[in-house]
């Protein structure tokens, strides 16, 4: 069956630490890979893609990876702050442009 | 980023009763918007890919006769919940697709409670 896992629920890391997030999926191709960013109670906000072919990809102080071979994603967030505590979702498409996501990982940086 | 808007943001309906849901894409026309469901603490599930001008594609397990979706303009999709039932409650989000870029822009979202 397909999956789309997200490596924990919850995550407490340290103001300025990096936080790092994995999406691990089973039985899809994508050729895209997203990273979104959900607040309570509010729809998510994209943050970056990553294309098959693309190796990492960074945006500020975030960086993703792509890895089909393990069919794993990293996302990690630099020198995090209160302000990053959130829920981050991975989602990826299948044929047809449907986009399914991860289970989601809820981050909290502790000041 | 893009804009997409829902209304209403929230709802409360008799069991029974039909709510529609409106998705608007503010400042890019949207071919392609997407509906999800999502319950607490849990992850978005899709419900159907709505095409402007045809007919949604739904997924799997969800009902087309009870979940309608009409995507009349390149900036409009609605959800209509039909003879709603307290089961159906739940954090209904649309986003509309930027065309050519594979980016999701979401809505904020519409917590609809069935009485």
């Known amino acids: 069956s397909q999956k789309i896992e997200q490596n924990s629920e919850a995550l407490n890391i340290q103001e300025g630490k990096t936080a790092t997030l994995t999406c691990n999926y089973t039985?899809?191709?994508?050729?895209?890979l997203q990273w979104y960013r959900q607040d309570p109670g509010r729809g998510p906000v994209f943050l970056l893609l990553?294309?098959?072919?693309?190796k990492e990809k960074r945006k500020e102080r975030l960086k993703v990876t792509f890895d089909t071979t393990l069919k794993q994603s990293l996302f990690h967030i630099t020198a995090s702050q209160p302000a990053d505590s959130a829920t981050y979702l991975c989602?990826?498409?299948?044929?047809?442009?449907?986009?399914?996501f991860g289970t989601g990982t809820s981050l909290t940086v502790i000041p | 980023g893009a804009v997409v808007s829902q209304h209403p943001s929230w709802v409360i309906c008799k069991s029974g009763t039909s709510v529609k849901i409106e998705c608007r894409s503010l400042?890019?026309?949207?071919?392609?918007m997407f509906w999800y469901r999502q319950f607490p603490k849990q992850s978005l599930m899709l419900m159907a890919t709505?095409?402007?001008?045809?007919?949604?594609?739904?997924e799997q397990g969800v009902e087309k006769d009870k979940f309608l979706i009409n995507h009349a303009s390149l900036t409009l999709s609605t959800l209509t919940v039909t003879s709603a039932h307290p089961e159906d409650s739940s954090f209904y989000i649309c986003?509309?697709?930027?065309?050519?870029?594979?980016?999701?822009?979401f809505g904020p979202g519409t917590r609809l409670t069935v009485t």
């Open positions: 986003s509309a697709l930027k065309p050519s870029s594979y980016e999701q822009y």
């Open positions: 039985n899809y191709s994508p050729a895209y």
């Open positions: 990553i294309r098959e072919n693309e």
């Open positions: 989602a990826l498409d299948n044929t047809g442009n449907q986009f399914y």
């Open positions: 400042d890019f026309q949207a071919t392609t």
């Open positions: 709505s095409n402007e001008g045809s007919k949604a594609t739904y």
